[in-house]
């Protein structure tokens, strides 16, 4: 095992010091070990997270899919892609688009969702409609040649009607979190025929999150703050705490924080029970930034029940982060940690 552990180390030190592509731009951004940090749980005030650098690295810009290529998918389903001349990647958080972008086939993308928001993608035509509808008009008009998803967007009769006309359609794991980031590109690039392309991402972005999950941690020190992750969409009275097995819980610890709602017994996504926040007791509340706009900022944040009583509320210690990029898990996950490092601690 201490084998093991010296491997990794000299691993990352070695394979994530600089841009992982050469298409990567330097980071401007002072590492996060040189950074000084202060006690979070002294911290007030409202903080935005940010990522250095919005738009995903594809791994190669020669890629060359080997077709067909024949999957079985998440629902069992056995599929045959003859062709991703036009690629449809869409779920709820925008990781299916970002990891095919990744994967050097952005040009090949038809369409995109309303997650997948990163600058690259933004001329794409968007196949959503009021927030994560699907549009089956739009998306038929794109005649795509493949079709990736998972079960997070609806109508699924949208997806059906796809399958039956004949279009390969894909169904990915749903689950989102930072341990099953590289089983999804996995998914996507066994798809798309390009296995090989999807290996070395898998392997870069695995290394990047570990490193910055050591370096988000040693800047954390003992500190180990009380987060709560609260999912808000005030437009549609949607108020949610996220718990155990929704993926911020281990967004919450990779960044050196103790998840305070799954602390308490929560799991999964349910409606914020003011008495059960109080008790998670958090020393800061991380949220989207579109769902913090949605309720009116922070004023409008600590008038939801129970959060004027937290230690966060009493502070207005509040993070945001872009709503195309908190929960997205795919090629900028350890961006992301980076951010939310960043935000907590300095």
């Known amino acids: 095992m201490r084998l093991w552990v010296v491997v990794l180390t000299i691993s990352l030190a070695a394979g994530c010091t600089g841009p992982a592509n050469g298409n990567a731009p330097p980071s401007t951004r002072t590492p996060l070990e040189q950074l000084v940090p202060e006690d979070p749980r002294q911290k007030s005030g409202p903080s935005t997270a940010t990522v250095a650098d919005p738009d995903v690295v594809p791994i190669s810009d020669q ?69 994560h509808q699907l549009d089956a008009g739009a998306i038929t008009r794109l005649r795509p040649t493949v079709v990736l998803t998972d079960t997070s967007l609806g109508p699924w009769d949208v997806v059906q009607q796809l399958r039956d006309s004949g279009v390969p359609v894909v169904v990915t794991d749903s689950r989102r979190a930072i341990n099953n980031v590289a089983t999804l590109i996995h998914q996507v690039a066994d798809a798309l025929g390009v296995p090989a392309e999807g290996r070395e991402l898998a392997g870069r972005t695995n290394l990047e999150i570990e490193k910055t999950k050591i370096a988000a941690q040693k800047l954390s020190g003992d500190s180990e703050p009380r987060i709560v992750f609260l999912y808000l969409r005030g437009g549609a009275g949607v108020h949610q705490i996220l718990g155990e097995g929704t993926g911020a819980d281990e967004l919450i610890t990779a960044v050196g924080g103790v998840d305070a709602a799954s602390a308490t017994g929560l799991r999964g996504a349910v409606p914020i029970d003011p008495d059960a926040l109080v008790k998670a007791a958090p020393d800061v509340i991380l949220v989207m930034s579109g769902g913090l706009q949605s309720v009116g900022g922070v004023d409008g944040l600590e008038a939801l029940p129970g959060v004027a009583r937290t230690p966060a509320g009493q502070k207005r210690r509040v993070v945001d982060m872009d709503d195309h990029q908190v929960l997205g898990f795919g090629p900028l996950t350890a961006s992301v940690i980076d951010g939310l490092a960043r935000a907590l601690y300095t």
């Open 63 to 131: 890629v060359v899919p080997n077709l067909p290529a024949t999957v079985t998918d998440a629902q069992g389903t056995d599929v045959t892609v003859t062709s991703v001349d036009r690629i449809l990647a869409f779920d709820r958080h925008g990781t299916l688009g970002a990891t095919v972008f990744a994967l050097g086939l952005g040009d090949r993308m038809a369409g995109r969702d309303l997650s997948t928001g990163f600058p690259a993608a933004a001329r794409l035509p968007l196949i959503t409609a009021n927030g």
